[in-house]
């Protein structure tokens, strides 16, 4: 079911130096380029693509995110990756993703299948992207991922304008049919990364989802309802 686009959300500001708190003294820079020297950053060494998406509230449509994905591949069946707002080097940690087979999909019990997402139509209809990558080699990647589902939580919603990580994690979803992107979001990343999604929808119509179609319980919204946050105080014991 194709959902109708709300107006766009506020302007997003990117950037950390807009960020409340002193600017990072030299003191402390030369603390951390010596300890980068000595240290090992294995788990951050592993992450072997980027992609840009878009990701919606799981509750609200309207409010759609430009989200770039920073990707390990662990094995066949399981990729997670660690979500920002801009592919720069002061881009903010939003969110992270897990990524996993249609096979490890269908494990999951009812309940848990309501918080993934498919991935098929993001890659057919050409807005998952990899940034600077040739069409070719891209395409090996995203035959993938296209039959994959996903499962990710945005910590910022600097959507409206949040200068820090404020209140609980929010469950995100994913675009899953024409007319639903955002078309000023759309242009905005088209025009940076200097992209054509129509273009990219006519070379991978001929990739396929997953093989048994995408789960009726994946992508739960497109049943009407939400799933929002709620935080409730409980007695420790």
């Known amino acids: 079911m194709a959902a109708a686009v709300g107006p766009a959300t506020a302007a997003v500001v990117r950037g950390a130096a807009l960020l409340p708190g002193e600017p990072t003294q030299t003191s402390t820079m030369l603390v951390e380029k010596a300890a980068a020297v000595m240290q090992s950053f294995k788990p951050i060494n592993r992450i072997h693509c980027h992609l840009c998406a878009f990701h919606f509230y799981a509750y609200d449509m309207s409010r759609q995110v430009e989200a770039h994905h920073y990707c390990t591949h662990y094995n066949q069946d399981m990729r ?3 979500i920002f707002d801009s592919p720069e080097a002061d881009a903010r940690l939003i969110g992270v993703e897990y990524i996993i087979s249609e096979k490890l999909f269908d ?3 009812d309940e848990e299948k309501k918080l993934w997402h ?3 139509y993001e890659v057919k209809g050409g807005i998952l992207f990899m940034p600077g990558v040739p069409k070719a080699l891209e395409r090996k990647e995203l035959e993938e991922i296209a ?3 996903g499962k990710v939580f945005h910590f910022w919603q600097f959507d409206k304008g949040d200068t820090l990580p404020i209140g609980p994690p929010h469950l995100m979803m994913a675009i899953t049919a024409d007319g639903q992107l955002n078309p000023e979001l759309a242009a905005d990343v088209e025009r940076r990364f200097k992209v054509s ?7 991978r119509k001929d990739i ?3 093989d048994k179609g995408v789960h ?3 992508n739960y919204w497109r049943t009407s309802k939400g ?3 709620v935080l409730r105080e409980v007695d420790i014991g």
């Open 80 to 82: 997670q990756c660690a």
């Open 107 to 109: 494990t999951l019990s």
């Open 118 to 120: 498919s991935h098929d």
């Open 147 to 149: 039959k994959t589902y």
């Open 197 to 203: 999604f129509k273009e990219n929808a006519k070379y």
């Open 208 to 210: 396929q989802g997953p």
């Open 216 to 218: 009726p319980l994946a």
């Open 227 to 229: 799933l929002a946050p």
